[in-house]
């Protein structure tokens, strides 16, 4: 399932099923596959998918998280014949909203464990029974994923690259237990690392332990599937760091995504934050 490669080509009939959750993510894979005209249908969730998508997209469908079947069954009214995820699900939503039909219910009552990934790739996994494979939209961008090494802002500091070992350290340890992306470290002090309340969230905490300086590291999980909530930043990631007086971002060299790549860099310079991709 996880060998699923991508098809897309300049065939203006091809139609591509995007799954929008939060962010700029899902815009940036609509404007993408328009460009090589592809035709978007895109599921979007309340309360998370941006309504910037509804201009993007040829067809979409609001809906609540937990209906696979509401899914399923636009994506095949539209005749796509390729699925792909694009932006993230707060788990705090998942726990406020979560409203599965009954296809989602037995989807769960043959998973093992409720992990993220696990998740996801049940979903993959229904959406493929129905002859919907579900691809990494990733390969369709250009120059998305963080190169190796300082990237943007400041040069990096001695004692900011020993937070970001260290933070990358623990992730590597943490990400088999599925506590999230992101870990916020501090002069060798773990600051916070992410669990239900997401990331900006977690971060926030760790501002007001521990005050101006953070190094925040971002991160996949151990094992976890790419075609489904890489980890990224953009533009209001940098915002929320400048915000919070943060230092430093190291981010996954190959498999981090940078969105609005320029102007994300320019916001990291503006306010003397080092972007860096750990190898």
Aim: charged share 25%; with cysteine; aromatic share 4%.
């Amino acid at each position: 399932m996880s060998g699923s490669k991508p098809q897309f080509d300049s065939d203006p009939l091809k139609k591509l099923g995007l799954i929008a959750g939060n962010g700029v993510f899902p815009l940036e894979v609509a404007r993408a596959a328009r460009v090589r005209g592809v035709r978007v249908i895109a599921v979007a969730h309340r309360g998370e998918s941006l309504p910037e998508l509804e201009a993007l997209v040829d067809k979409i469908n609001w809906i609540n998280v937990g209906q696979v079947q509401q899914m399923i069954d636009f994506f095949k009214a539209g005749g796509v014949d390729q699925a792909a995820m694009a932006g993230g699900i707060t788990r705090a939503r998942l726990a406020e909203s979560f409203t599965p039909d009954s296809r989602a219910v037995a989807m769960m009552s043959r998973m093992a464990r409720f992990s993220d990934d696990a998740v996801l790739r049940a979903l993959a996994a229904e959406l493929e029974s129905e002859g919907i494979p579900m691809i990494d939209p990733v390969p369709m961008l250009t120059r998305a994923l963080a190169e190796s090494g300082p990237l943007a802002g400041p040069a990096p500091q001695d004692r900011h690259m020993k937070d970001l070992e260290l933070a990358f350290s623990l992730m590597r340890v943490l990400g088999k237990f599925d506590v999230g992306q992101a870990v916020a470290i501090h002069s060798g002090i773990v600051a916070a690392v992410e669990a239900v309340e997401g990331t900006d969230a977690a971060l926030r905490r760790a501002a007001v332990l521990c005050g101006a300086g953070m190094v925040v590291a971002k991160m996949a999980k151990a094992g976890q599937d790419m075609r489904f909530d890489r980890p990224a930043i953009g533009p209001a990631t940098i915002e929320l760091l400048a915000e919070l007086r943060a230092a430093m971002i190291g981010v996954e060299a190959g498999q981090a995504l940078i969105l609005e790549r320029s102007r994300t860099f320019a916001l990291a310079a503006e306010n003397g934050i080092t972007i860096y991709g750990h190898d």
